[in-house]
């Protein structure tokens, strides 16, 4: 497991709304987890069996069921959309909105608000589909899928090539956590090595979809290459080596 805590935003200063598109995705997650029968804080679903009902039927109805998604059923194409803001519990949610606000308010910057936007959903919905089509027929394939991760993973693999240079402060378990300072390629490589390895593992387990994190961090990558490597590829934000602001 790998997790970072920060990285440069000081690029984003001086701009007159900053990243408006991330901001509002983190937003509009939190808020629907929070009115959801997953955060146990609306009464409206009541306690006990009541809640867990409310909670499998919330997941069934917005996230991706492989098996309905390829068979096309009502509704299914829509899902890979909806799953991207539904979560399956606290740290769940946490943990990708952590990784959404380090990593996507400097591509947001770079790409602009509109294409930030239609990027996030566009890759997220081929993340969820690659899963889709692999899982359909497999013995999962009838469970629901739900999460971020996969744009998210998008998100990474676009920051990998647009800023490769700039330092990100991680924790590494096998280092005893401690926070240590390594260039965004270090870091963002040696997370989709592990993705990778899990995926080829096959240890895909309840919440955990490796494989839409590989689909999602290389059709990201992808994008950046092709939209940026004509010159407009920032190897080094002025702001991204000096005065790391964190979560």
């Known amino acids: 497991m790998i997790e970072w805590r920060g990285t440069a935003l000081g690029a984003l200063r001086g701009t007159r709304t900053g990243p408006a598109v991330t901001y509002g995705l983190i937003a509009a997650c939190c808020l629907l987890f929070i009115v959801s029968p997953v955060s146990g804080l609306n009464p409206a679903y009541g306690t006990g069996d009541e809640v867990l009902a409310a909670q499998s039927a919330y997941f069934h109805r917005w996230g991706v069921v492989p098996a309905e998604l390829m068979r096309g059923g009502s509704g299914a194409l829509l899902t890979p959309f909806t799953a991207l803001f539904v979560h399956g519990g606290w740290l769940h949610l946490l943990g990708n909105m952590l990784f959404l606000w380090v990593f996507g308010a400097m591509a947001e910057e770079r790409m602009g608000h509109v294409e930030f936007a239609l990027f996030y959903l566009g890759t997220g919905y081929v993340a969820l589909l690659g899963y889709a089509v692999v899982h359909a027929d497999q013995a999962d394939g009838e469970q629901t899928l ?96 000096e005065g790391d602001s964190q979560p």
């Open 146 to 241: 739900v999460g971020a991760s996969g744009a998210i993973s998008a998100v990474l693999g676009a920051f990998l090539f647009l800023f490769p240079r700039s330092r990100v402060t991680s924790l590494f378990p096998f280092l005893f956590f401690l926070p240590l300072r390594f260039p965004a390629w270090i870091v963002l490589v040696f997370w989709f090595t592990l993705q990778w390895l899990a995926a080829r593992a096959a240890t895909e387990g309840p919440g955990v979809a490796y494989l839409a994190h590989v689909v999602g961090f290389s059709v990201g990558f992808l994008y950046a290459w092709v939209r940026f490597r004509g010159g407009d590829r920032v190897k080094t934000p002025a702001a991204a080596t």
